[in-house]
């Protein structure tokens, strides 16, 4: 099971991190990614991090503005997300997989709930 959370209200250029905490799975296994979600679209990759390792994997709109880590001591996978804009504005998701970085949703079959993150301009 995936819990994620730190989703809010921010304004242009703000910061929020959100996280994504596992139970019931082996998480230092797992490679952890975060989708987003507008209204009416499907789910795109935002980013994701390996097991066991430091490879980290970014759509191009993240790479400079999102960063993100984990710590499998406390089962969590974070999202840094810095120099918001009003188009960030969508439904976060994570999303695990046992073998790779996740990168396409119909490909994924552990996802958390979303958490709402709004951008005002």
Not at 22 to 34: D, N, P
Not at 93 to 100: G, I, N, Q, S
């Amino acid at each position: 099971q995936l819990q994620a959370s730190g989703g809010g209200l921010v304004h242009t250029e703000g910061s929020l991190r959100l996280s994504c905490v596992a139970s019931g799975l082996w998480f230092t296994r797992y490679a952890i990614s975060w989708f987003r979600q507008f209204p009416g679209k499907g789910r795109e990759f935002v980013a994701g991090i390996g097991s066991g390792t430091s490879q980290t994997h970014y759509a191009d709109f993240a790479k400079g503005r999102f960063t993100v880590s984990r710590d499998d001591a406390k089962n969590t996978v974070y999202l840094q997300m810095s120099a918001l804009k009003p188009e960030d504005t969508a439904v976060y998701y994570c999303a695990a997989d046992r073998w790779t970085i996740p990168t396409i949703q119909h490909e994924v079959n552990l996802w958390g709930q979303g958490t709402q993150v709004t951008v005002s301009s």
